[in-house]
């Protein structure tokens, strides 16, 4: 394992100022991401290109003091793998061929670690060239994100197609469910055995659980891909991201085996502390549009959530995606912040 200060918070060891990095750092904030996604043909081409992975990868280093560098891939690699024909529509998002509830044949046997075979060269690449101190993140979505862009074809407003496969079509759901934690479990083993320090679920869609079913589909598949991974002897730490949960957050703190929870903006860190499993990380949670223009509030935000959480285990983040319009002047700053924070 190696030395840094990521690693450090997570084995309990001191460190002078909580380490920083900003969920989708290597974004289209920073100029140079256009001149490297040119290079490709579309998105998926982008995710299934080794070298441009790890261009995009190392790029917010080059601008950036921070602790972190989570690989260039996107949670909907495991549908395309799915032959789901995933397409990034401009000005629409992603958008692939829905599936039918009760209809539409669920695929269980590909292979999708030689699918995703330049995301495995790119992170060994990423791991022998990136410093030791910077921790390298591997990341999947969690499958009940996965199954509402879908099922819906795309995101939606209220994910009312999928909500509805909850309740009315629930054996066909649950295989949809299990096949998905099966493609995780692989895909966030892949990006371990590689050189990934630390790996993340992102569950973006899920306060859209009905919370009839919040445990079923909010903590056991990530509680059942933690399990399945210590069993494959993947001991490194795990981060879960389940945005927007709010009051379901202690239930996931205590009950998903994660090491680590990322807040979103909306949470109240001193509820946090209050209410979240002490024994684990706690990640966030800036609200990235802190960040786009200059605002007379940014150094107070940065400092409250500083010494909300100091002397915690803390690893400071933005509570969701940096957003293109995010300033890199303002990032600086806020990295400048916490950097020179108690020394």
């Not at 990380?281 to 223009?293: K, R, Y």
């Not at 150094?299 to 983040?317: A, E, G, P, Q, Y």
Request: hydrophobic share 45%; net charge positive; with cysteine.
């Amino acid at each position: 394992m190696y030395n840094n200060k990521i690693i450090n918070v997570f084995n309990k060891e001191n460190v002078s100022s909580p380490p920083i990095w900003f969920l989708r750092q290597a974004g289209r904030h920073i100029p140079e991401y256009f001149s490297i996604r040119s290079q490709s043909k579309n998105f998926i081409d982008f995710c299934l290109n080794t070298d441009l992975i790890v261009q995009s990868t190392k790029l917010p280093l080059k601008y950036y003091n921070i602790d972190a560098a989570i690989v260039f891939s996107d949670i909907l690699m495991i549908p395309w793998a799915m032959k789901r024909n995933v397409q990034f529509v401009k000005g629409v998002g992603p958008v692939m061929d829905p599936m039918i509830p009760n209809e539409t044949e669920i695929l269980n046997d590909i292979d999708i670690k030689n699918l995703l075979r330049p995301l495995d060269k790119a992170l060994k690449i990423l791991r022998s060239s990136v410093p030791n101190h910077v921790s390298l993140i591997g990341f999947a979505g969690a499958p009940w994100t996965l199954a509402c862009y879908m099922i819906e074809g795309q995101s939606t407003k209220d994910f009312l197609l999928t909500r509805k496969a909850v309740w009315s079509s629930n054996n066909w759901f649950n295989k949809l469910i299990d096949s998905l934690i099966d493609y995780v479990v692989d895909i966030l083993e892949m990006q371990a055995n590689a050189g990934a320090d630390v790996l993340m679920i992102f569950d973006s869609w899920a306060h859209m659980i009905p919370s009839f079913f919040w445990k079923d589909f909010g903590i056991s598949p990530t509680k059942k891909i933690i399990n399945n991974l210590r069993k494959r002897n993947i001991l490194i730490p795990i981060i879960g991201f389940p945005f927007k949960a709010g009051s379901s957050l202690i239930n996931y703190s205590y009950e998903s085996g994660v090491d680590c929870l990322a807040l979103d903006w909306t949470v109240d860190l001193k509820w946090a502390l209050k209410n979240i499993n002490p024994n684990i990380v706690i990640q966030g949670n800036l609200d990235p549009a802190s960040l786009i223009d200059k605002n007379n509030n940014l150094d107070k935000s940065v400092k409250l959530i500083l010494d909300t959480m100091n002397n915690k285990r803390h690893i400071f983040n933005v509570g969701h995606g940096l957003t293109p319009e995010c300033k890199i002047e303002n990032i600086k700053k806020v990295i400048e912040i916490v950097k020179n924070y108690n020394n």
